[in-house]
């Protein structure tokens, strides 16, 4: 192994390391697949969702993901990328995609990593409290579209009327 490969495998290493120290201590569950991803579980009071961190060198950055156990179905399709806008324009972290090929809403952010080795734990723990509080506030806005039949406008407003009604 060359010196630099060296370096960038001990790099990699601690990007995952501080990674799963973050999951750990937000009691996420977590497991390495391999040396620059990890997969995740988190904790909402919708159910688990399932996510992945992963490190990618070129461009060198870590990527997060955090999927929402739910399919929408085709003819639900168009009512469901018009609440994605709607709810995205209220992220300030990440964003939510619907991913046509499989049907499913994730929650995405990206950690570039220009010019270091590492992300900060504060970032990590940023990414992943943004995720979660994400899905918390808008998963009923997504139900409400996919399986109640409600305009996006309507879905949203209500979820966000719940989640006043909660503070």
């Not at 370096?7 to 620059?36: F, P, V």
């Not at 990618?56 to 999927?67: G, N, Q, T, Y």
């Given at each position: ?13 601690d990007?995952?390391e ?9 009691e996420w ?10 997969n ?15 490190l ?5 950055a ?7 156990d739910m399919?929408?179905p ?7 990328l018009?609440?994605l806008?709607m709810?995205?324009?209220r992220?300030w972290?990440g964003?939510?995609?619907?991913w046509?090929d499989?049907?499913?809403i994730?929650y ?13 734990k504060?970032?990590?723990?940023a ?14 806005a997504?139900?409400?579209?996919i399986?109640a039949?409600?305009?996006?406008k309507?879905?949203?407003e ?7 009604g909660?503070?």
């Amino acid at each position: 192994m060359t010196a630099l490969s060296s370096h960038q495998h001990e790099a990699n290493d601690d990007t995952m390391e501080i990674i799963e120290q973050c999951l750990t201590s937000a009691e996420w569950g977590a497991e390495r697949s391999d040396e620059k991803s990890v997969n995740c579980a988190a904790p909402t009071r919708w159910g688990e969702c399932g996510g992945l961190f992963v490190l990618r060198d070129e461009p060198r950055a870590v990527h997060f993901s955090l999927s929402v156990d739910m399919r929408a179905p085709n003819t639900r399709r168009f009512a469901v990328l018009e609440l994605l806008s709607m709810v995205n324009e209220r992220l300030w972290i990440g964003h939510f995609e619907y991913w046509s090929d499989e049907g499913i809403i994730m929650y995405r952010h990206t950690l570039p990593l220009l010019y270091r080795e590492a992300p900060e734990k504060g970032e990590v723990e940023a990414v992943m409290h943004a995720s979660a509080e994400a899905i918390e506030r808008f998963l009923p806005a997504f139900n409400f579209v996919i399986w109640a039949g409600k305009s996006p406008k309507q879905a949203l407003e209500a979820a966000l009327f719940d989640t006043l009604g909660e503070a």
